[in-house]
């Protein structure tokens, strides 16, 4: 369906700062909404932000909230997610997905890991001091 190409992990000291980007190609990617996962060893993957295909409406976890930022760019089929102060809890894989379901039924199950049909190859974020 579409294929998801992620970069700009890495390893960040508590209360640093770090940006992902999850690039798509293949259908139209306005088409898509887009929602970022993280897995920690031992854990489930778990919800972490989402955007409409329009970019009209954005979607956090509240743990991140007011920490991290989703935003896409659909002239370069990008999606991107801002991370800063960030927290040695946010220690995981990071992974984004793709969903092709229209925006009143993505505005209420855009953390549900089965919405999404297409996902990235994540990318691992460490924050340790």
């Known amino acids: 369906q579409v294929r998801l190409d992620q970069s700009g992990g890495g390893l960040v000291q508590p209360g640093g700062s770090l940006t992902l980007s999850c690039a798509a190609s293949?259908?139209?990617?306005?088409?898509?909404?887009i929602g970022w996962f993280r897995q920690a060893p031992g854990k489930e993957r778990e919800f972490v932000a989402a955007?409409?295909?329009?970019?009209?409406?954005?979607y956090y976890e509240y743990s991140v909230k007011g920490r991290f930022v989703i935003l896409r760019d659909n002239g370069e089929n990008e999606v991107y997610l801002h991370m800063k102060n960030l927290k040695p809890e946010d220690t995981a894989v990071y992974y984004c997905?793709?969903?092709?379901?229209?925006?009143?039924?993505?505005?209420?199950?855009?953390?549900?890991?089965?919405?999404?049909?297409?996902w990235g190859q994540g990318t691992q974020v460490t924050v340790s001091s």
């Open positions: 997905a793709a969903s092709d379901l229209g925006s009143r039924s993505y505005d209420t199950r855009y953390s549900l890991r089965s919405v999404y049909t297409d």
């Open positions: 293949g259908r139209t990617f306005s088409a898509y909404n």
């Open positions: 955007i409409t295909g329009n970019g009209n409406d954005r």
